[in-house]
């Protein structure tokens, strides 16, 4: 049974930081892709970051770009996201994702998510 757990989310001023972690449980981990994505409330899902199986490979959101970070570590099963520079728009639920294919728009598994909420 695959399971991908977020925490680090809360509350936090604009121009803040936050890290966010998710640990994978029952998959390969260092076969598997992960991506953070987000939703606010009213729109759609965001893709935020991706990183490969071997973490050479790097996607952000223009948004995101020079503000986010995201990284993994395979002996710990763990992927990360720091996040800094924080503005209110990057408030919504942030959840981990796991896929084989590093480009794949709907990837297989997905945590529970963890509110980020930031304030100004």
């Known amino acids: 049974q695959v399971q991908l757990v977020e925490s680090g989310g809360g509350l936090v001023q604009a121009g803040g930081s936050l890290r966010l972690s998710c640990a994978a449980s029952?998959?390969?981990?260092?076969?598997?892709?992960m991506g953070w994505f987000r939703q606010a409330p009213g729109k759609e899902r965001e893709k935020v970051a991706a990183?490969?199986?071997?973490?050479?490979?790097?996607y952000y959101a223009a948004s995101v770009k020079g503000r986010f970070t995201i990284s993994r570590d395979n002996a710990k099963n763990t992927v990360y996201l720091q996040m800094n520079s924080l503005k209110r728009e990057d408030t919504a639920v942030y959840y981990c994702?796991?896929?084989?294919?590093?480009?794949?728009?709907?990837?297989?598994?997905w945590g529970q998510g963890t509110q980020v909420t930031v304030s100004s």
């Open positions: 994702a796991a896929d084989p294919s590093f480009s794949s728009r709907d990837y297989d598994y």
């Open positions: 029952g998959l390969t981990f260092s076969s598997y892709a």
């Open positions: 990183l490969t199986k071997s973490g050479t490979g790097l």
